[in-house]
């Protein structure tokens, strides 16, 4: 009976939720934090390290929701769904039928898969450690796959996959399009078909500027933004090995989606023909295998496989909340938010992959679904609402200042800065680049002489020297092409 009460309250137990809980914890010792989370177990930040200003790495570890509350006596997990949010009355009903009335509220409920299909069998949706443990099972039967997307979650997934024929179906011209370009794509895909080591072989500096070009000034599409919840690592410890014994077996249909799953039922009564493993580059042999499922793609082609993987993003997870509820919505389906993290909404905030960040950003900030933002957002959202609990004002995070992600594509370590993909730049920009075949991929984006962002994969040991580049924002058009010549030390310019 009657409505638990607490000043603070916190929906979601995933990165951002349990790190805004736990600074809020900190800034409000005496008080009970409401941590509403459906999941039995809560995602905790283990291993921080503060690489540089503005790169952080650390890992996720899945952790029972009882270790927060002996860490942080003062939160109280509760685990139940939430049913619905009634605002106006500052109140949480949980589908147990309970409810709980907050002061101030952050809604962390985060992102689902965008599934290619909704309630197929044969598609997978692929986001978290649960769905890549659950794939695991599924590709220990297969002997061919389509996996469909192009952000790093497909990437990573492609290149770990030994043992099944993949086809993988990109939209793009080029893999990888979430965290590069063609140049970085072609520099990573030797690896997938590598059996051993090649030789680095040196390419040269080039520098090149971007016509007019059809090059898509403007944002693109809300779905290529979608980042993922899946860190880095999470395939470390599984066994992505399908029944047959060749190690890598990728095949890539660029430019195309899928137009139609079809039943094996679906697919004899069509009398069209499917096609086999590619073997070469005119190969379009009929299949004579039967499969469980057949992916039609926009190209025209038809193909056979076990299942499919759809990576092909996420959707901020907003349902519980929208119903009754004024929310200004962005256009990529995230809680708007201002930048002190508050919605439309008295009293309600948000951080991570529900929200979309609706302030006037920095140059060289965007936002992506990342857990690197999610962190970021939950701990910053905590500061805001202990800020105006307290009457107090307070400085826009300097996390917020600039882009910077790292992460590990095939074992490269890749760091993005900026505007890595001349993002909303237009077309007057320029790149360099430099690529040891191999080795490294390193790549700038420049404007007006300015460093707008980059791409460094491999061991640059260039991430801090740009990063303070980048931030401040240095006239760098005296030197040219020597910007990235290996035998100068540019750091040496900049101290």
């Given at each position: 009976?009657g ?8 929906v ?81 009903y ?14 962390c ?54 043992g ?10 080029a ?98 023909t ?5 073997k ?17 793609l ?26 009754g ?7 990529d ?24 960040a ?62 890595y993909n ?11 680049l ?62």
């Amino acid at each position: 009976g009657g409505a638990a009460r607490g000043r603070l309250a916190v929906v979601g137990g995933g990165i951002a939720g349990v790190t805004c809980a736990e600074k809020l914890a900190a800034e409000f010792p005496s008080e009970d934090i409401f941590l509403i989370t459906a999941s039995p177990v809560i995602k905790a930040v283990t291993n921080f390290k503060q690489v540089s200003k503005t790169l952080e790495e650390f890992d996720v570890e899945e952790q029972p929701s009882s270790l927060l509350e002996k860490r942080y006596p003062s939160i109280r997990v509760i685990q139940c769904g939430v049913k619905q949010l009634k605002s106006d009355e500052h109140k949480i009903y949980t589908e147990d039928g309970k409810e709980y009335i907050y002061e101030k509220l952050c809604l962390c409920a985060g992102a689902k898969p965008k599934l290619i299909v909704e309630g197929n069998p044969y598609v997978l949706g692929i986001r978290d450690t649960d769905s890549a443990q659950a794939f695991q099972k599924n590709l220990a039967e297969a002997e061919r796959i389509v996996v469909v997307g192009n952000g790093g979650i497909a990437l990573e997934l492609v290149y770990e996959i030994q043992g099944c024929e993949v086809i993988w179906a990109i939209k793009d011209k080029a893999i990888g399009n979430t965290f590069f370009d063609a140049g970085a794509a072609e520099f990573l895909i030797p690896k997938l078909t590598a059996e051993s080591q090649e030789t680095p072989i040196e390419c040269k500096r080039t520098k090149y500027t971007v016509e007019g070009s059809k090059e898509k000034g403007g944002p693109t599409a809300a779905s290529d933004k979608l980042g993922s919840a899946l860190g880095p690592d999470w395939h470390e410890g599984l066994h992505l090995k399908g029944t047959k014994e060749f190690s890598h077996k990728v095949h890539i249909e660029i430019l195309c989606e899928v137009k139609k799953i079809h039943s094996q039922q679906e697919f004899i009564q069509l009398q069209q023909t499917s096609l086999t493993f590619p073997k070469g580059e005119k190969n379009v042999e009929p299949d004579e295998v039967l499969w469980p499922v057949y992916v039609e793609l926009t190209n025209g082609k038809i193909y056979g496989c076990n299942f499919i993987v759809s990576a092909t993003g996420v959707v901020p997870n907003v349902e519980p909340f929208l119903d009754g509820n004024n929310f200004a919505v962005g256009e990529d389906g995230g809680l708007k938010v201002d930048k002190h993290m508050h919605t439309s909404l008295p009293d309600v905030y948000a951080a991570g992959d529900i929200c979309t960040a609706a302030w006037e950003p920095s140059p060289v900030w965007h936002q992506m679904r990342l857990w690197t933002q999610a962190r970021q957002m939950g701990w910053y959202a905590a500061k805001c609402m202990a800020a105006d609990a307290l009457g107090e004002s307070i400085d826009m995070d300097f996390s917020f200042e600039l882009f910077a992600h790292i992460t590990k594509f095939f074992n490269y370590k890749v760091v993005v800065l900026g505007k890595y993909n001349a993002q909303g730049l237009g077309s007057d920009h320029e790149l360099m680049l430099r690529c040891t075949k191999g080795h490294e991929y390193v790549k700038v984006v420049m404007q007006n002489g300015r460093m707008m962002g980059a791409v460094l994969i491999g061991e640059t040991d260039l991430e801090e020297t740009f990063e303070n580049l980048i931030l401040n924002q240095m006239d760098l058009s005296a030197y040219g092409e020597d910007l990235l010549n290996p035998d100068i030390d540019i750091e040496d310019y900049f101290d």
